[in-house]
Nanobody, 124 residues
């Protein structure tokens, strides 16, 4: 089973950009689909984006389409979330999760493995 570590969060102004990274341990990373979830204070955790094992299939929630891009580099055991045109509503703790298929990581409860999260704060 992989272990996940997120990084890249921070404070940014409205309209700014950040790139989050989800680094995985283990030599079988390319057998896992990965998703990014976020949780704002006082709100339920929600899925943001997901990517299949090969990177050939992706999923985005409607309010980030056209602004966020998920990608992966299996040689580096890393999944990225490029976030552009950030809005205050994007503020929250961002987590990556992994499981065997994209169907599993896009469940409401996410995958079986989670990272510790990275905080994103967008100021208005």
């Amino acid at each position: 089973q992989v272990q996940l570590v997120e990084s890249g969060g921070g404070l940014v102004q409205t309209g700014g950009s950040l790139r989050l990274s989800c680094a995985a341990s283990g030599r079988t990373f390319n057998t896992y689909a990965v998703a990014w979830f976020r949780q704002a204070p006082g709100k339920e955790r929600e899925i943001v984006a997901a990517i299949s094992r090969s990177g050939g299939s992706t999923y985005y929630t409607s309010n980030v389409k056209g602004r966020f891009t998920i990608s992966r580099d299996n040689a580096k055991n890393t999944v990225y979330l490029q976030m552009n045109s950030l809005e205050p509503e994007d503020t929250g703790a961002y987590y990556c999760t992994a499981d065997r298929t994209i169907a599993l990581v896009t469940r409401q409860r996410g995958g079986d493995t989670w990272g510790q999260g990275t905080q994103v704060t967008v100021s208005s």
